[in-house]
């Protein structure tokens, strides 16, 4: 009897609180027996959506990455920690006296284009050094800012020293650095309570699952065909010879395929292969799996 076929697909998990990514992973990969990986961490205390990568689809990582993403999120006026959360060690208190009004009016200057620093307590990169490592130790690093885009920022509810909103915004926002930005536009500062992320690279938290459900049903029934990722993009079914190429793990000469899109569905004989993605080498533009 032959061996099952690997497992190779997208998971989506409803994260819950209080376990980390890694965690995550390693309880799928437990009950899939399947390389296992992911498409954006969350923070131990968030929930929602994490998109987990099995068996060839992890290659797709960096993809997924640079996608969109919403959250819901509730703050915490007048407390600024460490952390930017309230897991952290509280650094100033100060008193509340802002109106709905001018809550609605500061949150209106942070949609669009706005620069951040990474909060130290993140999975940020600094000299081969990741910097809550550094923070752990009590170190404190120049960050470099960095631009994101807010596309839409709405306000849910507020009362006291509390308010919720829901956020749209690009890859590599930290929404613990834009509510403390909040916070000291305000000028009473302000820490993340609470944090769900409800979409992420066009899949949604309702298509999510627990992983109590993942364990229940098992992974294979759950899992999403990789090309779901890419069912915008026109597809291309080269020759035999220029299939084997690139399925070779070589490269293919941009003239020679005569496609003008920079990415296209690779299908061959057996059905969907990969994403095709075009690519400007210094000896010229080039075609890669």
Not at 84 to 108: F, K, M, S, W
Request: with cysteine.
């Amino acid at each position: 009897m032959s061996a099952p076929a690997p497992l190779t697909g997208l998971l989506l998990l409803d994260k819950p609180a209080g376990m980390s990514s890694h965690r995550a992973v390693a309880i799928v990969r437990r009950l899939s027996g399947a390389k296992v990986g992911h498409a954006g961490t969350l923070d131990p205390m968030a929930t929602g959506l994490l998109i987990l990568l099995l068996g060839s689809a992890t290659k797709l990582s960096s993809e997924l990455l640079e996608g969109d993403k919403s959250y819901f999120a509730q703050a915490l006026l007048g407390r600024e920690t460490d952390t930017l959360d309230t897991t952290g060690t509280t650094l100033q208190e100060r008193p509340v006296h802002v109106t709905r009004a001018r809550l609605e009016e500061v949150l209106a200057g942070f949609r669009g284009p706005i620069t951040q620093t990474p909060p130290m307590y993140s999975a940020v990169s600094v000299g081969g050094m990741r910097m809550y490592k550094l923070a752990r130790k009590g170190l404190e690093v120049e960050r470099p800012t960095r631009t994101v885009i807010i596309y839409e920022l709405e306000l849910h509810a507020f009362e006291g020293d509390r308010f919720s909103f829901s956020v749209a915004c690009s890859k590599g926002t930290y929404i613990r650095s834009l509510i403390a930005d909040v916070g000291a536009a305000l000028g009473c500062g302000a820490c993340m309570e609470a944090l769900r992320r409800t979409r992420s690279s066009g899949f949604a938290i309702e298509d999510a699952h627990t992983p109590e459900e993942v364990e229940a049903r098992g992974a294979a029934d759950l899992l999403i065909a990789p090309e779901r990722l890419f069912e915008r993009l026109p597809v291309l079914a080269p020759s035999e010879f220029f299939l084997r190429l690139l399925t070779g793990g070589q490269w293919v000469d941009g003239a020679k395929l005569c496609a003008m899109e920079e990415k296209y569905r690779l299908y061959g004989e057996n059905g969907f292969i990969g994403l095709l993605k075009r690519r400007d080498e210094k000896y010229g533009l080039v075609w890669r799996v």
